[in-house]
């Protein structure tokens, strides 16, 4: 069974860069697509971007300006780096395996922007 | 704003039926699949319908999907105390080429 595991800050300073990487274990990370996904405390769930492992991204439009996604093969991780923060950004990072709908995710990891 | 619209909450007593309602356009619903999750409190989204109407291993037969036009619905057959979460619909858009998702609804168990 594929499992994935979010790891990073859980405190971010405002107008920082948010970095995040997403382990995956009990299956590679070749031949599907991996996406980002958040959730603001109390709120629903937006689609931050997603990548396939060869690379090529497609990321929100509302965000496309602060997003980069990247993928390691060899060390069977993604990752999420989100450019000049706000409160506003405070929210539960979640990644996934899928493009258009995601059987897996992780557990998620609860990032706080404040000073 | 969500680019889905649900009802942001739907009740039900044990043993009913319930359905949750997703409302979309063109650009998703509209031409393409549907797809519904759960959550539970605390917990991460899981997957419970994929393109429309299909189950993925594990989850019972009491969940159902359909998909009509712009429009979908989530049915739960059999009430059950557990089945009390957030129920999320979600869609690709070929205009905004992403996922999108519904503001989800609070389903209690009364």
Do not use: M
């Amino acid at each position: 069974q594929v499992q994935l595991q979010e790891s990073g800050p859980g405190l971010v300073k405002p107008s920082e860069t948010l970095s995040l990487t997403c382990t995956v274990s009990g299956g590679s990370i070749s031949s599907y697509y991996w996406s980002w996904i958040r959730q603001p405390p109390g709120k629903g769930l937006e689609w931050i971007g997603t990548i396939y492992y060869s690379g090529s991204t497609n990321y929100n439009p509302s965000l496309k300006s602060r997003v980069t996604i990247s993928v390691d093969t060899s060390k069977n991780q993604f990752s999420l780096k989100l450019s000049s923060l706000t409160a506003a950004d405070t929210a539960v990072y979640y990644c996934a395996r899928g493009k258009t709908y995601c059987p897996f995710w992780g557990q998620g990891t609860l990032v706080t922007v404040s000073s | 704003q969500s680019v889905l619209t649900q009802p942001p909450s739907a009740s039900g007593t044990p043993g009913q039926r319930v359905t949750i309602s997703c409302s979309g356009s063109s650009s998703n619903i509209g031409s393409n699949t549907v797809h519904w999750y759960q959550q539970l409190p605390g917990t991460a989204p899981k997957l419970l319908i994929y393109n429309s109407n299909q189950r993925p291993s594990g989850v019972p037969d009491r969940f159902s999907g359909s998909k009509s036009g712009t429009s979908a619905s989530l049915a739960i057959n059999g009430l059950q105390s557990e089945d009390e979460a957030d129920y999320y619909c979600a869609a690709w858009d070929d205009s905004l080429n992403g996922q999108v998702f519904g503001g989800g609804a609070k389903l209690t168990v009364l």
